[in-house]
């Protein structure tokens, strides 16, 4: 069984500056705190907080568009990955999150992490377009569902990048049956048997 990820080894694979791992850490303080309250991750997970949604969040960072000026994040639940990217220095970050205990979960974790971001407390499909150069989720849909939740978001020539797990050739396969994408697949630095989807092209077929 591999060993939980510290933050410093956290810091020494991202190469990340002490202060913002500083932020990560006052938000994942805060993640234990309010997760015997509210449900915000799977517990099992808890122990390898660092890893399982530090790092995977945070392997996206490489792969957003150069000179994006928006991210919205889908479902964000607990903040990953929108929050781990805003507060790696994503541009004008929306964290979309109808459960209301968990928005407020979110504004108080971008506050305890001085990081700004926007947090809606509202269904995806009820909010207005934010023409997002790029749509990040981690964990909330089958892909088919979940481009017609990012489409009506993306400014033209914007890219989706979705963290997904073993299902995800089954959910490609599906997705592109009723979906004109372009692609590409990268295997997950966190999870084995997870990949990054990151998609182009978003129009239906």
């Known amino acids: 069984m591999t060993a939980p990820l510290t933050p410093a080894e956290f810091q020494a694979a991202t190469g990340l500056d002490g202060t913002i791992v500083d932020r990560l850490a006052a938000y994942a303080e805060l993640l234990v705190r309010w997760q015997a309250r509210i449900n915000l991750v799977g517990p099992d997970t808890i122990p390898d907080l660092w890893r ?29 990955p929108g929050l781990v990217l805003a507060i790696l220095g994503a541009p004008d970050v929306h964290l979309v999150e109808s459960d209301s205990r968990k928005a407020a979960f979110l504004r108080e974790a971008a ?71 372009t692609f590409g697949r990268t295997p997950s630095a966190t999870d084995p048997s997870g990949i990054i989807l990151e998609i182009g092209e978003v129009r239906r077929g």
Not at 60 to 78: E, F
Not at 134 to 143: E, I
């Open 52 to 80: 399982r949604h530090m790092l995977d969040s945070a392997q996206l960072l490489p792969r957003l568009p150069a000179g994006a000026k928006r991210l919205v994040d889908l479902g964000s639940g607990a903040g990953f």
């Open 111 to 181: 506050r305890v992490a001085e990081t700004p971001v926007t947090v809606h407390a509202a269904r995806i499909e009820k909010l207005p377009p934010l023409a997002a150069d790029v749509v990040t989720s981690r964990a909330l849909a089958p892909l088919d569902r979940l481009l017609g939740l990012a489409e009506p978001h993306l400014a033209p020539g914007g890219k989706c990048l979705f963290l997904k797990g073993r299902a995800a050739e089954d959910e490609l396969t599906a997705a592109r049956k009723e979906w004109i994408i």
